[in-house]
Each structure stands twice: as structure tokens, then as C-alpha cells.
């Protein structure tokens, strides 16, 4: 999926980076059916967001992606405290992947220096406790892209563009 109706100006040189959704994690059974449904159903607020940053160096065919969420995803009890409005543990993750996924990222434009440097530079100040609403992966997602390429609320951004 391309990036939605503006197309950001890439640079020689410059890292890529992209956001993109997941289903929420959740227990086993009709809670895992029922997010996993709701991301089917491009239901916004029901998505999991992260950051993928494919690097310009031709010795890294790699890209890397960075989320935020909690320490324990699948447990009920994590679930539902997160759920009451209490904060929960939460960690920064940071995985490889081989290729971008097939659907539902949108090219966002280029970090201004090297993207996976910066992104290790912002998560050393990224406060762990998740809070859903106040300071999750959407906040997360908002602030890592921001600090890459200096756009302010992306995510308000691509909402009104799928939406239309």
C-alpha cells in the first residue's frame, strides 16, 4: 500500500520510514477473534501501530520496525487493568524483518540523519509505563516519527486520509 494522496519526497542517502498496523494482541479465543476482526474491519482504534525503518545503506537489506506495548500482551489481567485506565507495564520493541508487510503501512518520507541510530536515541527516553489513551503505541508511533522527520500527529494524518 502506497503512501495515501500525498506522496513524501524521498532523498538519496536518507532512511525510509513507514508506519504500519496490526491487530491488537490478546488472549486466545474470542478475544484474539474479535481484535483480529476489528483490524479486518479497518476499525482505527482497534489496531496495533508501529514504525518501520528501511535504511538507504546497501549493507543493511534489512528493516527494522519499533513498537511500544504492554510487557504482556496476551494477559487477561494486563488486559483488563490496561483496559480501566490504569497503566501497565509496557516495553519497547525493536525486530527485524526481511521485507515490509503486504498491507496497511504507508510511506511516511525520510529521517533526516541515520533512522535506526535515532530511533535507539529516542527510546532510551521513552517512558515504559502504557497507559491506553494517554501514552501507547499511537503516542509512541506519533513521537518516533516525528523525531525521524519532524511531521507532528501522523497518525491524525493517515486517519482523515483513509477514512475519506
Not at 32 to 50: G, K, R, T
Not at 73 to 87: C, D, I, T
Not at 109 to 120: F, I, M, Y
Amino acid at each position: 500500500m502506497a503512501s495515501l494522496f500525498s506522496k513524501p519526497t524521498l532523498q538519496a542517502g536518507r532512511d525510509e520510514v513507514y508506519v504500519a498496523t496490526m491487530p491488537l494482541r490478546a488472549t486466545k479465543g474470542p478475544p484474539q477473534l474479535l481484535m483480529s476482526a476489528a483490524y479486518s474491519l479497518n476499525l482505527w482504534d482497534l489496531q496495533h501501530f508501529m514504525v518501520i525503518i528501511k535504511p538507504s545503506s546497501p549493507t543493511l537489506s534489512q528493516a527494522f520496525v519499533y513498537d511500544f506495548q504492554p510487557k504482556d500482551p496476551e494477559n487477561m489481567y494486563v488486559a483488563l487493568a490496561a483496559l480501566s485506565g490504569r497503566a501497565v507495564p509496557g516495553a519497547v520493541l525493536e525486530r527485524k524483518l526481511t521485507k515490509l508487510p503486504r498491507s496497511k503501512w504507508w510511506l511516511i518520507g525520510c529521517s533526516r540523519e541515520d533512522g535506526v541510530e535515532a530511533a535507539h536515541r529516542f527510546n532510551k527516553t521513552w517512558h515504559t509505563d502504557l497507559k491506553i489513551g494517554y501514552h501507547d503505541c499511537r503516542d509512541y508511533t506519533n513521537g518516533l516519527v516525528e523525531y525521524l522527520t519532524g511531521e507532528k500527529q501522523v497518525l491524525k494524518r493517515l486517519r482523515s486520509s483513509v477514512s475519506r
